[in-house]
Nanobody, 120 residues
Framework: QVQLVESGGGLVQAGGSLRLSCAAS????????MGWYRQAPGEQREMVAT???????NYVDSVKGRFTISRDNAKNTVYLQMNSLKPEDTADYYCNALIGSAYRPPKDYWGRGTQVTVSS
């Protein structure tokens, strides 16, 4: 089994910063693309940022220049550094990873989410 566990969410004032972490554990042969998604109340889940195993990144336009995604392959961990936070960044943030295990094709995994609240 594979698990993704997020940490680092919380309450912050507008203009502040938070750093989210997501560690993958379990039967892992290889981790392909990792990413962060978010879902605000009443909204659909949206991609925030993704990073390939080679380090190529992609961001939703609304966070470009403010958020930075990175990963530590040795620790099977992905990070999201969030700066200049805005109230509209308030959402539950979910970690996602495409993970290959022995004798199985790659599978999409999700964490349980961590809440980020930005006050104005």
């Amino acid at each position: 089994q594979v698990q993704l566990v997020e940490s680092g969410g919380g309450l912050v004032q507008a203009g502040g910063s938070l750093r989210l972490s997501c560690a993958a554990s379990g039967s892992i042969l290889r981790i392909y693309t990792m990413g962060w998604y978010r879902q605000a109340p009443g909204e659909q889940r949206e991609m925030v940022a993704t990073i390939t195993s080679g380090g190529n990144t992609n961001y939703v336009d609304s966070v470009k220049g403010r958020f930075t995604i990175s990963r530590d392959n040795a620790k099977n961990t992905v990070y999201l550094q969030m700066n200049s936070l805005k109230p509209e960044d308030t959402a539950d943030y979910y970690c996602n990873a495409l993970i290959g295990s022995a004798y199985r094709p790659p599978k999409d995994y999700w964490g349980r989410g961590t809440q980020v609240t930005v006050s104005s």
